[in-house]
């Protein structure tokens, strides 16, 4: 049995080193380099420390990369999972005056936002991951056969 998180890891973090080697200019990669960057930091982060944190180090940008990614490769579970999540926990911070930062997110979030990302990110730990590092590996690396361009090409 193949070990699909290893195998996207190793794979997708070069679209990110590529996103680093840009300067984080996300327009000096292709549509399929952001998506690929955008669902690294997905996995990394999400793993890592979960939705919010995700959301408050990369922003909406990188989740719309990251969503455009999920319907591409067709995982309909996690990208609904991700888009409840964010419409119903995260969508109300988008024009509030009182952040100056995604990171003051946190600092207002309800006891009821916390329950709903706390079950998001168990969701991901126990159903989700192992499914979306196998769809995103093979549509990407297997499927399409992409692998990175250098930055000026």
Same mark, same amino acid.
């Given at each position: 049995m193949k070990d699909y998180d290893n195998l996207w890891d190793d794979y997708s973090i070069e679209f990110n080193s590529k996103l @680093?080697?840009? /300067? /984080?200019? *996300?327009?000096? &990669? $292709?549509? $399929? #380099? +952001? #998506?690929i960057a955008a669902l690294w930091? &997905?996995? @990394?982060? !999400?793993?890592? /420390? /979960?939705? !919010? +944190?995700?959301?408050?180090?990369w922003g909406f940008q990188c989740l719309c990369y990251a969503m455009r990614g999920l319907k591409r490769i067709e995982d309909t579970s996690l990208y609904d999972l991700l888009d409840d999540t964010y419409c119903n926990v995260l969508d109300k911070f988008k024009n509030d005056?009182?952040?100056?930062?995604? *990171? %003051? !997110?946190?600092?207002? &979030?309800? %006891? #009821? %936002?916390?329950?709903? &990302?706390?079950?998001?990110?168990? +969701?991901?730990?126990e159903t989700e991951c192992e499914h979306f590092t196998k769809m995103a590996y093979e549509y990407y690396r297997q499927t399409l056969k992409k692998m990175v361009t250098p930055v000026n090409g």
């Open positions: @680093v080697d840009s /300067g /984080g200019d *996300w327009s000096r &990669l $292709d549509e $399929d #380099e +952001q #998506e930091k &997905l996995y @990394v982060d !999400i793993n890592n /420390g /979960g939705f !919010i +944190q995700f959301f408050c180090n005056t009182r952040l100056t930062a995604y *990171w %003051d !997110i946190p600092e207002y &979030l309800t %006891d #009821e %936002d916390m329950e709903r &990302l706390d079950a998001a990110d168990t +969701q991901f730990y």
